[in-house]
């Protein structure tokens, strides 16, 4: 296929576009993290910026070297044992996917499985929990970035915390593009990752751990290395050791994605996340394309998830984009393979041009199959978004 622009964009729900400030931020000269005392000590630097993006000032905090799925798991590895009861808030891809890991770990998941195209029913939530008086834990996907659904995070966690079990909240498609107050809203475990809103390339897994889940850690007694908190508790916080080697790179370049968004201002960075949502679901409507969430509220503002139409190939489609017009969007998994396709308006993607560039090729590659659709509506949609 003879490709039209020679430029590149990766407009997928991460991994993302990596800005210039973030890319230079990669190539510091690097030292040797295990030895050098000042990294340990810029390390904690970037961990206290952290904890000030997920209000976790009170909350146990670390960044982990590897993908965020590594944060799942250890958030599952370290909290169930045998026969432990876990409510899966399963209307998603990835909320689904925790009960692999509770199976894994030996312990028995209830899905409370909902509509994939709303947040999670809170009523039945709550029900579920009455019924279910035993459980030890709620797994939630905060954004479950496949489909694109945000789950009302402050919300879960009062009903969790009547209940007095803990909050495990997968929030790696979500921190950066939506408030996160770890301590105000009581989450026992939250999961983040570098290749979303943070627009760092994939690698590090953020996590916070509340002092309740100390205490059921200690009692679970993980007897792993690679995926043990108390490890990481034993031997950073009590003798200034990594467990294994850090990568000073990726740290470097978290911690100017984090001065990146306070130079923005947290309030600015949310509501830009917002209007992107808004543009976004625009050029939906002037190009006559279904979203798959059911309502705007139900989406996360980082990523727009799409109902492929009738008769359109969404392989081809994507491989349209991509080669052609140099622009890479994202289909979906599980359920939704072929019947979804995602644009990530997260972190610097979360922009006007992004959203033009990234639906004039959506635009061009549905045309090519025979879709009608006026592109200069689509751009005049997301632009009267951004009119003052
Ligand atoms: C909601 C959610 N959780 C976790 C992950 C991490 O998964 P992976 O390690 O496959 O990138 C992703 C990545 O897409 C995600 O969207």
């Not at 340990?40 to 961990?47: A, Q, W």
């Not at 593009?177 to 983040?192: N, R």
Request: proline share 4%; charged share 25%; hydrophobic share 40%.
């Amino acid at each position: 296929m003879a490709r039209v622009y020679t430029d590149k964009f990766i407009l997928t729900p991460g991994p993302t576009e990596i800005p210039d400030r973030i890319r230079q931020a990669l190539a510091r000269r690097t030292t040797n993290p295990d030895l050098d005392p000042e990294f340990i000590e810029y390390y904690r630097r970037v961990v206290s910026k952290l904890k000030k993006l997920l209000g976790a000032e009170k909350t146990d905090t670390y960044i982990l070297l590897g993908e965020a799925i590594l944060g799942l798991e250890i958030a599952v590895a370290n909290l169930v044992k045998r026969r432990d009861k876990v409510l899966v808030v399963a209307n998603g891809v990835y909320g689904e996917g925790f009960a692999e890991f509770v199976k894994m770990y030996q312990g028995e998941p209830i899905l409370l499985e909902t509509d994939w195209r709303k947040p999670v029913d809170l009523a039945e939530l709550d029900r579920t929990l009455e019924k279910n008086r035993d459980t030890k834990l709620v797994t939630l996907v905060h954004c479950d970035t496949p489909s694109a659904i945000l789950n009302p995070l402050e919300e879960v966690a009062k009903i969790t915390n009547n209940y007095g079990v803990l909050l495990v909240s997968d929030s790696v498609s979500a921190i950066g593009g939506v408030p996160v107050e770890v301590d105000k809203w009581g989450i026992d475990i939250l999961i983040g990752g570098s290749q979303k809103a943070l627009n760092l390339p994939p690698g590090l897994t953020i996590i916070t751990v509340s002092s309740r889940a100390w205490e059921e850690i200690d009692k679970t007694n993980y007897q792993g290395y690679y995926l043990s908190l108390k490890i990481w508790k034993e031997m950073l916080d009590k003798k200034d050791i990594f467990p294994y080697t850090h990568s000073d790179t990726l740290i470097y370049a978290l911690s100017e994605s984090l001065d990146m968004l306070f130079e923005e201002g947290l309030e600015n960075v949310y509501q830009r996340h917002q209007q992107a949502r808004k543009a976004s679901w625009k050029a939906l409507e002037a190009a006559n394309l279904e979203p798959y969430p059911l309502e705007i509220n139900y989406q996360s503002p980082t990523v727009t998830a799409i109902q492929v139409p009738a008769g359109i190939d969404e392989k081809q489609l994507r491989r349209t984009t991509w080669e052609k017009y140099g622009v890479m969007i994202a289909g979906s998994w599980g359920k939704l393979e072929g019947r979804v396709i995602r644009i990530g308006h997260m972190g610097v993607q979360a922009s006007r041009t992004h959203l033009i560039i990234a639906y004039t090729a959506l635009a061009r590659a549905l045309r090519e199959q025979g879709y009608r659709v006026d592109i200069g509506s689509i751009v005049e949609a997301i632009e009267d978004t951004y009119k003052l």
